[in-house]
């Protein structure tokens, strides 16, 4: 993955914020976010290839729910 799949991920971030603020539950967080980084790994790192764009998009939502979790526990200790 380039360093465009790296920029994605605060962008994943502010997406969910936004979900979050409109009513989404805290639990669904991190499926939402596997689910939308597959989409956008697909959509915009796939080139062809499902499966790499499958590849890099579970990695984008996964690091987007860590970020996201380790960024918030680190705040509330």
Request: net charge positive.
């Amino acid at each position: 993955m380039e360093y465009a799949g790296i920029a994605i991920i605060p962008l994943l971030i502010g997406i969910l914020e936004v979900l979050k603020k409109v009513g989404l539950k805290e639990k669904y967080v991190p499926a939402i976010s596997v689910s939308l980084g597959i989409v956008i790994g697909i959509g915009l790192f796939g080139n062809g290839d499902t499966k790499a764009g499958l590849v890099q998009g579970i990695f984008i939502g996964l690091s987007a729910v860590g970020l996201y979790s380790g960024t918030k526990n680190a705040f509330e200790k």
